[in-house]
């Protein structure tokens, strides 16, 4: 490796370097003459003294300023040196300084283990990255079903409503753009960025970086970051980025992990409704709000089956029975209103919570469901339609119960003595067989 010292010396002017020697021998000669003639001179001793001593000093001075020039070089490469071992240095001040920051999370990916979920991960992420790149707002994108768009799963800082749940196409976005290339990506030109966004989202903000994550070489989440202060130094933020993208990765991994197997295990598989666990997760939480706001806060459940079930699957077979139990519920849910909550318990029940909904409210929830299954139907060939008719059962809290099994199990009562009600479901037997 090259000296810097020998580079900046070999870099020296050679003609300034001669000129200063002929100088300082010029001077070297002229000296002693002129020290002579002062000494035979007429002057009073006392200037020719004067005179001797600020020859001394100039002579003294030109010596300390050849020096000086003579040295300068090997000075301004030690500089240089010195210049590059600080800069190593702050590197590896400012990557131990990101360590310490993310080893906080993950000391509590260890201490939750892989239970905290994307939404809680990515504000404790978010917060923390926020120490070490102060941005003004962050977006988790990731692909929607279609793959085609970004959305913003989870947004944290400033306008972060605006941004949750946007949809921003994957080919033009910088965040499309870091996960088709894989690398970082950055940009000033904001206004671009803005158009994708709606109106307003990204207002106040004049810069971007997008961070891919991934894992073995798939990625399977963008997170961006939104700045409201210009960016000085747009490569010293990409080193830092680069440092915390390979460390976020695990975190979300674990979390993400966590969401799908919790959904599983909350989930119908057939329907993709969630399932009785989930139904009873929540009716608790509903009850225990209504129990604090009782006169305010009213809440009813309902049950609901699907008529002569048993025999569309032995008719039509359980693969059109599959299709009816899809089809309720689609049909179900579509009558809901947006608070209400739909499960499917077993079999071909289903259970409804309808928060802030009275007895009479829940009538006509149910008056709208049977209105839409007699007006739809499901085609099984060209020429062949099953139309369904459903059973219906609800209860009301404190009036039918005020635990979670006493309304479920009013609500069924109440279904069972609507298929009693059935007139296709009562058996005539002649007179003569009555007592």
């Not at 947006?338 to 259970?351: I, K, P, T, V």
């Not at 049977?370 to 739809?376: G, L, T, V």
């Not at 008719?389 to 609500?411: I, K, M, R, Y």
Request: aromatic share 10%; net charge negative.
């Amino acid at each position: 490796m090259d000296n810097p010292a020998d580079r900046s010396q070999s870099c020296a002017n050679p003609g300034f370097a001669n000129r200063l020697q002929f100088a300082i021998a010029a001077f070297g000669l002229t000296a002693p003459v002129l020290t002579f003639l002062v000494a035979i001179s007429g002057f009073v001793p006392s200037v020719k003294i004067a005179i001797l001593v600020a020859l001394s000093f100039v002579y003294f001075s030109i010596c300390l300023w050849t020096l000086w020039q003579m040295r300068r070089p090997a000075l301004s490469a030690l500089s240089a040196e010195e210049q590059m071992i600080s800069s190593f240095n702050a590197a590896e001040e400012s990557e131990d300084f990101i360590d310490e920051k993310l080893a906080a999370l993950e000391d509590a990916r260890e201490f939750f283990g892989s239970s905290l979920k994307p939404a809680d991960m990515f504000r404790l992420v978010a917060s923390r990255v926020g120490e070490i790149v102060p941005f003004t707002a962050a977006v988790l994108f990731m692909r929607s079903a279609n793959r085609d768009f970004l959305v913003a799963r989870h947004s944290y800082g400033s306008n972060a409503l605006l941004l949750e749940n946007v949809e921003i196409p994957l080919e033009t976005s910088l965040a499309g753009l870091a996960l088709l290339s894989g690398e970082i990506e950055s940009t000033a030109e904001i206004l671009k960025e803005a158009a994708l966004f709606p109106d307003g989202s990204l207002a106040g903000f004049v810069a971007a970086a997008a961070i891919p994550l991934s894992q073995e070489g798939d990625i399977f989440a963008v997170m961006q970051f939104f700045f409201a202060e210009p960016v000085k130094d747009f490569g010293e933020l990409r080193e830092r980025l680069e440092i915390i993208g390979g460390r976020l990765s695990p975190l979300f991994l674990g979390s993400l992990a966590y969401e799908k197997s919790l959904s599983s295990a909350l989930t119908d598989p057939l329907t993709k409704l969630p399932n009785e666990r989930a139904f009873f997760l929540v009716l608790e939480n509903q009850l225990a709000e209504s129990q604090r706001f009782r006169d305010e806060r009213p809440l009813t459940v309902l049950a609901v089956d699907i008529r002569d079930f048993e025999e569309i699957n032995r008719d039509y077979g359980h693969s059109t029975g599959d299709r009816v139990l899809s089809f309720a519920a689609t049909g179900i849910i579509s009558q809901l209103r947006r608070m209400d909550f739909l499960a499917r318990s077993m079999n071909d029940e289903f259970l409804v919570v309808l928060p802030k909904a009275s007895a009479r409210t829940a009538s006509e929830i149910i008056e709208r469901i049977a209105k839409h299954f007699s007006e739809n139907h499901i085609e099984l060939s060209a020429d062949e339609v099953v139309r369904i008719w459903l059973n219906f059962g609800w209860a009301t809290f404190w009036q039918d119960g005020d635990t979670t099994e006493h309304l479920v199990n009013a609500a069924r009562q109440r279904k069972q003595i609507a298929k009693l009600g059935d007139l296709s479901n009562v058996l005539k037997f002649p007179k003569e067989y009555v007592n």
